[in-house]
């Protein structure tokens, strides 16, 4: 008999840390956790089962179809913005190649089941592309259907991952003379620059908060690669967790689209090490901007509108910016690299 799971792909990233440890918390249904690196020792005992494999292997993923009843897919793995823009080709193979893949298990895993499998598939900030400075400063928060020009190659996988998801969803195989019958349940976020206590991103553009939070939890310099008046949208991983969770378990007949933008609050990079030097004063905080890096932070919006997924499923996130400093990040940096505490 095929064994009952959620699988997490991507598994030993940042979001895949705080969504293991949230579902194996909330005891729900066993984990099978995918990742081209082997998972962290801590989150092995959290779940059934961890295969340290490429999601671009068909033979792996056959497997995992013909072992494995799949109640839902989390697809996280991707390679981020900036890491992307240096093998763009690279990162096309794994992030759009790779979404198929996972998105053809989730079809087939539906046929086979006799309902539409869940596809929760995170999406970007990165989808936008605002034009230059003079509008980001002008416009109002974006919604999902405006500035969809993306100027990266990760941007541009995720739009079209976007696309992809509703083509499974709706359109697979639409002149076949046996149309399918389930399609896939995608369901797509579009998350800010997401921050988490516990984690450090590598290969991101919004990875300079994160980047100055945790150096200066230890004590240590940090040159931000983008100007002080850089801002874009962030959310805590809290938040990031319990949106994907609520965007799943929500039933499917109260969404009205398939992709929403979430978000909390939007900072600069300065505001950011103001409240980095309060809470450790012995930091500093310099600036050496990458124009290039730079670029993509300015085509990204400074807002964005998640009003539909408030309406749609009542989302809101439960950390504020006050909150995320002062109750989520700053005590469990502390916390986590307590010889720093002062
Ligand atoms: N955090 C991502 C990145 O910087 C954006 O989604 O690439």
Redesign the pocket.
Known sequence: MRKKVILITGANGEVGHGLITHIANANRSGILALDIKELDSSLQPMVKRAIVGDILDNRLLEYLMSEYEISAIYHLAAL???RAEFTPEAAHKVNVQGTINLLHLAIEQSRWQGNAVKFIFPS???VFGVPDLKTKAAIPPVTEDLYNMPITM?GCNKLYCEHLGRYYAAHYRQLAATPEPYGVDFRCLR?P??ISAHTI?S?????FVPEMLHAAAQGKPYASFVRPDAIIPFMVMPDAIKSLLMLSETPRENLSRLIYNVTSFSVSAEAVGQIVKTAFPTTSITYNVDDKRQGIVDSWPAEMDDSRARQDWSWQPDYDQRRSFEEYLIPTLRKHYGHWVI
């Open positions: 981020l913005s900036t970007s900030i990165a990760y998350f620059g997401l991103p290969g991101g553009t919004s990875d």
